[in-house]
């Protein structure tokens, strides 16, 4: 089955400054790569996904790149803001609907102001 | 448009006791997916529920039952708990099979002494 291996598992910058989180994954069938982002207490909220017919998506200051071939993606979050701060999971899965959505570890961001 | 809500919030329990977590998922979305979110790790597939029927499922124990009803909520049973099952249960909804997004409710703290 899929397998996702997400680094670093923490991650600190300063307020302004760039973050980028990275995600390989081991199944080649995977085509949807979604990114959450949990605050305490809370459930994951999707801040951006891509799916395989795309090497990269843009919102705002958040960015997501893929490399099909190297099975890896990544998250990028440029001018950081102290209200990034939270917990980012990577995912990915196979297929739409049933296929169920398979987690990295999480990335502990702290935005330092 | 409702977001997924999910009750209780935090549920504690005793060890060999049977609990019920309670999902509504947003409105117009029909498929429901459970998850299990250790402390520290991204959230672990449970089961999914479409139209009223178990529609894939991870590696966890029989003990782990769902249903699914008529207004597309949802409903997770564990019984004979154990002290591992302490977790983050979260249901995320999705419009329907076919969908990638899954949005997720904000979980239920379940604690098994």
């Known amino acids: 089955g899929e397998n996702v291996e997400q680094h670093p598992s923490t991650l600190s910058v300063q307020e302004g400054d760039s973050a980028v989180i990275k995600c390989t994954y081991s199944d080649s069938a995977s085509n949807y790569f979604p990114w959450y982002k949990q605050e305490l207490g809370k459930g994951p909220q999707l801040i951006i996904d891509i799916r395989s017919n795309v090497g990269e998506k843009k919102d705002q200051r958040i960015a997501v790149t893929l490399n099909k071939t190297a099975k890896h993606f990544s998250l990028h979050i440029t001018e950081t803001q102290p209200e990034d701060s939270a917990v980012y999971f990577c995912a990915a899965s196979a297929r739409s609907g049933n296929t169920p959505l398979v987690f990295g570890k999480g990335t502990r961001l702290s935005v330092i102001a | 448009e409702t977001g997924v809500t999910q009750s209780p919030t935090h549920l504690i329990k005793t060890r060999g006791q049977q609990v019920t977590l309670r999902c509504s998922s947003q409105?117009?979305?029909?498929?429901v997916s459970w998850y299990q979110q250790a402390l520290g790790q991204g959230p672990q597939f449970i089961f999914q529920y479409y139209r009223e029927e178990e529609n894939g499922r991870g590696n966890f124990p029989p003990r782990f039952s769902g249903l699914q009803f008529p207004n597309y909520s949802s409903e997770l049973n564990v019984n004979a708990l154990e002290l591992d099952d302490s977790a983050l249960y979260l249901c995320?909804?999705?419009?329907?099979?076919?969908?990638?997004?899954?949005?997720f409710g904000p979980g239920t703290r379940l604690t098994v002494t």
């Open positions: 995320a909804s999705s419009l329907d099979t076919g969908s990638y997004e899954q949005y």
């Open positions: 409105s117009g979305h029909n498929t």
